[in-house]
C-alpha cells in the first residue's frame, strides 16, 4: 500500500497518480497543501524538508519526495520491461527527454504562461513578461512536437514511465487558452493519451479551484 500525500490538483501529484494507476497499485491519497495546508508541519516537514508536494511511503517505508524521482522508483520496481526498459542504452533515450521536460519545457510553461496567467491575480499580472514567456515556449514546443513525429509515444509504440513524466503537463497545456506554436504530433500525442483512463481519472483533474479570483 502506497501513502500519497499531495492534492489532486497538483501537476505533480498527477503524474505520481497516473503513474500509481498504470501500474494498478493500492494508494491512500491524503489531501496536502495549498488551500488543505498541512505541508508546513514538523511531521510533514520531516518527510521533506522543502515543504512541498508529493511525497510517498511505499508500504510504511522511508518517505520519497519529487514526483520524477518517485515515478522512476515506482516504474524501476513494480513496471514490466516495457514501462521501464532494463537496458540502460534504450532507457536513457527516452529518461533524457523526461528530464528536458523537467527542466525546459515544464517550467516554462508553469512558471512562465500557467502561473502567471491563471494563479496569479490579475492585478499583480505582467502582460508583457507573459508574451515573453509565451514566445519563448514555443521553440521548446516544436522540439517535443519533431520528437513525438516518431511516435505515437516517446518510446515509439510503447507506453513507458517517461510518457508520464512527459505527458502529464499537456492537459493544462491545451486546454488553457493561449497562442500556441503549431504542433500537430503533439496534440495527437495528447490526443492519445487521452485514451488512457488512468490519464483521464488523474492527470485531466480541472484547475478552476486554483483560479484566481481577481
Not at 519545457?105 to 505582467?126: E, L, S
Request: charged residues 20%; glycine residues 8%.
Amino acid at each position: 500500500m502506497l501513502t500519497v500525500y499531495g492534492r489532486a490538483t497538483s501537476s505533480n501529484v498527477q503524474a505520481l497518480m497516473w503513474c500509481i494507476g498504470e501500474l494498478g497499485l493500492a494508494y491512500d491519497r491524503l489531501d496536502i497543501g495549498h488551500a488543505h495546508g498541512g505541508n508546513r508541519t514538523p511531521d510533514y516537514l520531516a518527510m521533506n524538508p522543502n515543504g512541498l508536494i508529493p511525497v510517498v511511503r511505499d508500504d510504511g517505508g522511508e518517505p520519497i519526495f519529487e514526483s520524477a524521482a518517485i515515478v522512476r522508483y515506482l516504474a524501476c520496481k513494480y513496471g514490466d520491461e516495457t514501462f521501464w526498459p532494463g537496458d540502460p542504452n534504450h532507457r536513457v533515450q527516452i529518461d533524457m527527454w523526461a528530464e528536458w521536460i523537467k527542466t525546459s519545457f515544464g517550467p516554462a510553461f508553469g512558471n512562465g504562461v500557467f502561473f502567471p496567467m491563471v494563479i496569479q491575480p490579475v492585478a499583480q499580472r505582467d502582460q508583457n513578461a507573459i508574451s515573453t514567456a509565451i514566445e519563448k515556449l514555443k521553440p521548446l514546443a516544436l522540439i517535443l512536437n519533431a520528437r513525438l513525429q516518431k511516435g505515437p509515444y516517446l518510446d515509439g509504440e510503447r507506453f513507458s514511465y517517461a510518457d508520464i513524466i512527459c505527458g502529464h503537463l499537456l492537459h493544462r497545456y491545451f486546454t488553457h487558452e493561449f497562442d500556441r506554436a503549431d504542433t500537430p504530433a503533439l496534440r495527437s500525442y495528447f490526443e492519445t493519451l487521452q485514451t488512457r483512463p488512468s490519464y483521464r481519472e488523474h492527470a485531466m483533474v480541472s484547475y478552476e479551484p486554483l483560479r484566481a479570483k481577481s
